[in-house]
């Protein structure tokens, strides 16, 4: 049974810098499209980055050049770097893996997702 974990969300003020981490167990397959994505209270979910088990990765116009995306395939973790944080950037954020990527899958924002964790919290303060 595939099993996502997020962790490393909380409170920071504007500029600031957080990271998430995802641990994931249970993996059907050995290759896979991982990604973050988060909602904010009364909007609709935003794909933020994704990243395949070669380390491509494709991120949100809104996220480009402050959050990286990065992982440990030994671990199964995926890790979200949140850099210069804005207000804007608050909300839940989960991360996901979508395994239609071993069958010849794209790993894009948009993706299959079919496996999702329960979320971490971000909070920025302006």
């Known amino acids: 049974q595939v099993q996502l974990v997020e962790s490393g969300g909380g409170s920071v003020q504007s500029g600031g810098s957080l990271r998430l981490s995802c641990a994931g167990s249970?993996?059907?397959?050995?290759?896979?499209?991982m990604g973050w994505f988060r909602q904010a209270p009364g909007k609709e979910r935003e794909g933020v980055a994704v990243?395949?088990?070669?380390?491509?990765?494709s991120y949100a116009d809104s996220v480009k050049g402050r959050f990286t995306i990065s992982q440990d395939n030994a671990n199964n973790t995926v890790y979200l770097q949140m850099n210069n944080l804005k207000p804007e950037d608050t909300a839940l954020y989960y991360c996901?893996?979508?395994?239609?990527?071993?069958?010849?899958?794209?790993?894009?924002?948009?993706?299959?997702?079919?496996?999702w964790g329960q979320g971490t919290q971000v909070i920025v303060s302006s």
């Open positions: 996901a893996a979508d395994f239609s990527f071993f069958f010849g899958g794209s790993c894009v924002l948009v993706g299959d997702f079919g496996y």
């Open positions: 249970g993996y059907i397959y050995s290759t896979y499209c």
């Open positions: 990243i395949d088990t070669d380390g491509s990765t």
